[in-house]
T-cell receptor, first 114, second 112 residues
Framework: DGGITQSPKYLFRKEGQNVTLSCEQN?????MYWYRQDPGQGLRLIYY???????QKGDIAEGYSVSREKKESFPLTVTSAQKNPTAFYLC?????????????FGSGTRLTVV | AQSVTQLDSHVSVSEGTPVLLRCNYS??????LFWYVQHPNKGLQLLLKYTSAATLVKGINGFEAEFKKSETSFHLTKPSAHMSDAAEYFC??????????FGKGTRLSVIA
């Protein structure tokens, strides 16, 4: 079955460390997205990519970095510059940037800073 | 620019009674509108979408929503709530070639 796989499901990080969240899709979608979810704040866009080797900042990109070297993969790195990284992170994809049909979401990674 | 306002952060209903989750939107373009549902610690599932066809949109699990341009609203309804409907619901807008913009969510509780 086609879908989006996020790993790991739970991740713990010490303060000052970088950590990378994985997102892989086998839907042959061109566009991929990273959102951060905090209680009562909905989903906020971190980065998105509409094509391989190209990506754009979203509303809260500071302290995060991404790469898009392959169509099926869009890893997110949470750097030590991110002051409050504890959150639920969701990856999504759509066939194109038009996304008239909405997005397909992964099941998320919960990151906790300890 | 696009934005979404979900008018209630929490709605509580009794099982078997109607559900109404309210959403107002703002968009510079002719918008596409969506409702997503999220169960605890899960990803989001698409309930229904409006993309400039019929204004009354039917989705999965008995949910429907009506697009009202004059009121800039896209409220989600269901005639009879079930315990399994308890979840977080997000109203979402898209205009032009921009990423989806999410509301802050409405938590639906269903009381037995």
């Amino acid at each position: 079955d086609g879908g989006i796989t996020q790993s790991p499901k739970y991740l713990f990080r010490k303060e000052g460390q970088n950590v990378t969240l994985s997102c892989e899709q086998n839907l042959n979608h061109d566009a991929m997205y990273w959102y951060r979810q905090d209680p009562g704040q909905g989903l906020r866009l971190i980065y998105y990519s509409q094509i391989v080797n190209d990506f754009q900042k979203g509303d809260i990109a500071e302290g995060y970095s991404v790469s898009r070297e392959k169509k099926e993969s869009f890893p997110l790195t949470v750097t030590s510059a991110q002051k409050n990284p504890t959150a639920f992170y969701l990856c999504a994809s759509s066939p194109t940037g038009q996304a008239k049909g909405g997005y397909t979401f992964g099941s998320g990674t919960r990151l906790t800073v300890v | 620019a696009q934005s979404v306002t979900q008018l209630d952060s929490h709605v509580s209903v009794s099982e078997g009674t109607p559900v109404l989750l309210r959403c107002n939107y703002s968009s510079s373009y002719s918008p596409s509108l969506f409702w997503y549902v999220q169960h605890p610690n899960k990803g989001l599932q698409l309930l229904l979408k409006y993309t400039s066809a019929a204004t009354l949109v039917k989705g999965i699990n008995g949910f429907e929503a009506e697009f009202k341009k004059s009121e800039t609203s896209f409220h989600l309804t269901k005639p009879s709530a079930h315990m399994s409907d308890a979840a977080e619901y997000f109203c979402v807008v898209r205009g032009g070639n921009t990423p989806l913009v999410f509301g802050k969510g409405t938590r639906l509780s269903v009381i037995a």
